[in-house]
T-cell receptor
């Protein structure tokens, strides 16, 4: 079946640091989405990518759709305390001639450095 | 932007009873909605795809008689957990396919989730 590997699983951030996380898939995707989920809430869309090579920013967040169409990364620049939370990548592609469902990565948990 | 409202946010029910969760698209029509289940510290797992006016499509391993889905209008899908048991306790999240630019550039907006506790 389709697999989505997201890394790192968790990381600690210090205010002002840049953060990077990525996802790789076992198959080609035509859409990559990045979400943030706070405890007890539903995921909130951060960035949507629809074309290979696409680089999109949303404030301090930047995400890219890999040219192989099997990977995507999310960068957060100059992190602030409210960036803590769980970030999920999600992707979908064509399977058997039809659009597949959205598949989620396992998430990257951002915490503040003690 | 597109808003999906999910209700209730929390519910506690007795074992053996049924619970209904509602998912509404507030400012757009959602022909397709999705229901997810999320265990603590886990990712979202798709349970079923709900299509307006037709039967839901369930993912492998999801009991359709236990998790009843109704998508009777373009703005409302409901998930009913029937004869709930403690192992059904989980965080349930709905999402709706939202229109985007072009036929394939659509997105997904999520509800705020429902924390179900079966005692």
């Amino acid at each position: 079946g389709q697999q989505l590997n997201q890394s790192p699983q968790s990381m600690f951030i210090q205010e002002g640091e840049d953060v990077s996380m990525n996802c790789t898939s076992s198959s080609i995707f035509n859409t990559w989405l990045w979400y943030k989920q706070d405890p007890g809430e539903g995921p909130v869309l951060l960035i949507a990518l629809y074309k290979a090579g696409e680089l999109t920013s949303n404030g301090r967040l930047t995400a890219q759709f890999g040219i192989t169409r099997k990977d995507s990364f999310l960068n957060i620049s100059a992190s602030i305390p409210s960036d803590v939370g769980i970030y999920f990548c999600a992707g979908r592609g064509y399977y058997g001639g039809s659009q597949g469902n959205l598949i989620f990565g396992k998430g990257t948990k951002l915490s503040v450095k003690p | 932007g597109a808003v999906v409202s999910q209700h209730p946010s929390r519910v506690i029910c007795k074992s053996g009873t049924s619970v209904k969760i509602e998912c509404r698209s507030l400012d757009f029509q959602a022909t397709t909605m999705f229901w997810y289940r999320q265990f603590p510290k886990q990712s979202l797992m798709l349970m079923a795809t709900s299509n307006e006016g037709s039967k839901a499509t369930y993912e492998q391993g999801v009991e359709k008689d236990k998790f009843l889905i109704n998508h009777a209008s373009l703005t409302l899908s409901t998930l009913t957990v029937t004869s709930a048991h403690p192992e059904d306790s989980s965080f349930y999240i709905c999402s709706a396919r939202t229109p985007g630019q072009g036929a394939s550039n659509y997105g997904y907006t999520f509800g705020s989730g429902t924390r179900l506790t079966v005692v």
